[in-house]
């Protein structure tokens, strides 16, 4: 049986202005973090966007229907003061990433990844300084030394509500260079999902597509989207 939802216990959702950012106040008092940190972000646009989930919420709170918050409880109780744990995750991604396995067969396969996968990795060679190996099949290939040196130092500016947004995209798409090629404007996170899935879509073209399996990848997809919106509001991008 799923356990009730919390009801709601507020009537207004304001934005202020505080020394460290912008908070989002329940009836006057601050909202906090499961951790009972206060709720605060750092750019006005994400906080009316955070409240603006507070506020749509009904006699009850729905938790999957506040991406943004969810995120932000986990930027604040989770990722600040743990941004090297963070970084080295995407690094060791970077050392076994998605783009950098390649079908042997069949040819369309081979030609739909390498349509969307070799942009990334010339973006890497010229903004990472690294032009990162590919192979065909899953066996283990060594990326040349120094890249996962130059993926860190390229994640050292930052912060760590960037990192966040940076690491879900990444854990989602199977790519530590595709998120870093969204957060860097390269590519939409659309583009960067379309690209994760080239070899499910492929597998989708032939042999049709799985209702389950579908219904997963929607609800990881609203994921993705939240930390594309996220990291641009914070940014100062629209989002």
């Given at each position: ?22 908070a989002?106040t ?24 955070v409240g603006?989930?507070?506020?749509a ?6 938790a999957e ?8 409880n ?22 076994s ?5 390649r079908?042997?067969?069949?040819e369309?396969?081979?030609a739909?990844q ?5 942009g990334v990795l ?27 040196a ?11 509500w ?15 260079l ?5 957060a ?20 989708i073209?032939?042999?049709g597509?799985d ?29």
């Amino acid at each position: 049986r799923a356990s009730p939802r919390p009801r709601r216990f507020y009537e207004t959702v304001e934005i202020s202005e505080v020394e460290t950012g912008f908070a989002i106040t329940l009836d006057k008092r601050a909202a906090k973090t499961p951790n009972k940190s206060g709720l605060i972000l750092m750019t006005k646009e994400l906080a009316q966007a955070v409240g603006d989930e507070w506020q749509a919420q009904g006699v009850e709170i729905h938790a999957e229907t506040m991406p943004l918050t969810r995120l932000a409880n986990t930027v604040i109780d989770a990722v600040i003061g743990n941004e090297v744990a963070v970084r080295d995750d995407i690094v060791a991604y970077a050392g076994s990433d998605l783009v950098c396995y390649r079908a042997e067969t069949p040819e369309g396969l081979v030609a739909a990844q390498a349509e969307a996968w070799d942009g990334v990795l010339d973006w890497a060679a010229d903004q990472l300084k690294t032009r990162f190996n590919t192979t065909t099949g899953i066996v283990h290939i060594a990326q040349p030394e120094g890249s996962a040196a130059r993926v860190g130092a390229h994640l050292l500016s930052r912060d760590a509500w960037e990192l966040t947004a940076i690491h879900q995209m990444t854990t989602l798409t199977g790519s530590a260079l595709l998120a870093l090629g969204c957060a860097a404007g390269v590519m939409t996170a659309e583009e960067a999902w379309q690209a994760a899935h080239v070899d499910e879509d492929w597998q989708i073209s032939r042999w049709g597509e799985d209702a389950e399996a579908s219904m997963r990848r929607k609800k990881r997809w609203a994921d993705m989207q939240a930390a594309e919106r996220l990291l641009m509001l914070h940014m100062g991008r629209p989002g």
